[in-house]
T-cell receptor, first 116, second 117 residues
């Protein structure tokens, strides 16, 4: 069965420092991977996706993610964190159970707290 | 584009009452998803539609929950009768069938915060 894991419930980082939010996946076949961000009292917003091609994917707000097939990881990164990046981040993988579907399987979320 | 529109944004009701949540997807999108988010269970997919047809409702918790999509621009999620444990934020999302590899990201609405007393 397809799944994603976000091993950290919370990540704390100082403003200006690089940040990493971790995600690992388990899929049969080629993974379609996504990152979403949720600000307080808002819906999820799409950040970036990996379907195929370059392992380094660039997205919105200066975020990027690196697809690593050997480690089955898709970590979200940003070179310099901003206080405004503080939010809940979700990793997701497309569900291929029973054939390709348009379902996404979401991780449990990682709360990013950026201290000024 | 106005994005995915959900109404109401907040709903407070008493146990046993019927609740109807509404969603208008992005024009041209042919997939519509209903999710529920709680602190305890995180984000759960309840049901999704393709071209107005329900494809997978395995996440619908009980017979008290039902969803319809009478046309491409409107969907409802109904809870009858409602219970306190149904209190959650309910999100609607839509996406389009992409070309090539055939998958595009989902766009989420702002959610409906439901409180059942």
């Amino acid at each position: 069965a397809q799944s994603v894991a976000q091993p950290e419930d919370q990540v704390n980082v100082a403003e200006g420092n690089p940040l990493t939010v971790k995600c690992t996946y388990s899929v049969s076949g080629n993974p379609y991977l996504f990152w979403y961000v949720q600000y307080p009292n808002r819906g999820l917003q799409f950040l970036l996706k990996y379907i195929t091609g370059d392992n380094l994917v660039k997205g919105s707000y200066g975020f990027e993610a690196e697809f690593n097939k050997s480690q089955t990881s898709f970590h979200l990164k940003k070179p310099s964190a901003l206080v405004s990046d503080s939010a809940l981040y979700f990793c997701a993988v497309r569900d291929f159970h029973g054939g390709a579907t348009n379902k996404l399987i979401f991780g449990t979320g990682t709360l990013l707290a950026v201290q000024p | 584009d106005a994005g995915v529109i959900q109404s109401p944004r907040h709903e407070v009701t008493e146990m046993g009452q019927e609740v109807t949540l509404r969603c208008k997807p992005i024009s041209g999108h042919d997939y519509l998803f209903w999710y529920r988010q709680t602190m305890m269970r995180g984000l759960e997919l309840l049901i999704y539609f393709n071209n107005n047809v329900p494809i997978d409702d395995s996440g619908m918790p009980e017979d008290r929950f039902s969803a319809k999509m009478p046309n491409a621009s409107f969907s409802t999620l109904k809870i009858q009768p409602s219970e306190p444990r149904d209190s959650a934020v309910y999100f609607c999302a839509s996406s389009s069938q992409g070309g090539g590899r055939g998958y595009n990201e989902q766009f989420f609405g702002p959610g409906t915060r439901l409180t059942v007393l």
